[in-house]
């Protein structure tokens, strides 16, 4: 019984923490009672491009990798404390015309340069708003 209580117990933090659970473990009723839904990272295509991507925010740079997650939550790469934002609010994918954003369902949306979008090609200058927190994307 203490077993079972601990399996229980496992399963619950995780999710808590935005890690993705087993596919066994996954039920329509926990899928849909998430705070946020689950992600998915998509592996793009690989570019012979030379070039790195940032995100610039008020207190620096940040070097986007692929499958980089923005949000509140303890799983993400930028961690904000903005409570206007997400556990994981929104992904950032390398594809072979550059980087893609992705709003993962989020609350309260996200916005490319003023206009809010479920994705988005960027740019480079892009500003990002995600809650009250802007970034800006670039390119060197």
């Known amino acids: 019984?203490?077993?079972?209580?601990?399996?229980?117990?496992?399963?619950?933090?995780?999710?808590?923490?935005?890690?993705?659970l087993e596919k066994a473990e996954v039920s329509k009723s926990v899928h849909d009672a998430a705070p946020t839904k689950?992600?998915?990272?998509?592996k793009g295509?690989?570019?012979d491009s030379t070039l790195e991507s940032y995100l610039i925010t008020d207190s620096g740079e940040v070097l986007l990798q692929p499958g980089?997650?923005?949000?509140?939550g303890m799983s993400c790469h930028l961690k904000l404390t903005d409570p206007g934002t997400s556990r994981v609010h929104a992904s950032f994918n390398r594809?072979?015309?550059?980087?893609?954003?992705?709003?993962?369902?989020?609350?309260?949306?996200?916005?490319?340069?003023?206009?809010?979008?479920?994705?988005?090609?960027?740019r480079p200058g892009d500003q990002?708003?995600?809650?009250?927190?802007?970034l800006v994307?670039?390119?060197r």
Do not use: C, H
């Open 38 to 42: 689950r992600y998915k990272i998509v």
């Open 95 to 122: 594809i072979r015309e550059g980087w893609i954003l992705k709003d993962n369902l989020s609350k309260n949306g996200t916005l490319v340069n003023g206009e809010p979008v479920q994705s988005a090609l960027l």
């Open 1 to 20: 019984m203490i077993e079972s209580f601990k399996t229980w117990l496992q399963t619950r933090v995780e999710k808590f923490r935005g890690k993705p």
């Open 137 to 139: 994307y670039e390119e």
């Open 45 to 47: 295509t690989e570019d």
């Open 128 to 134: 990002i708003q995600i809650g009250q927190t802007l």
């Open 68 to 72: 980089f997650l923005v949000g509140r």
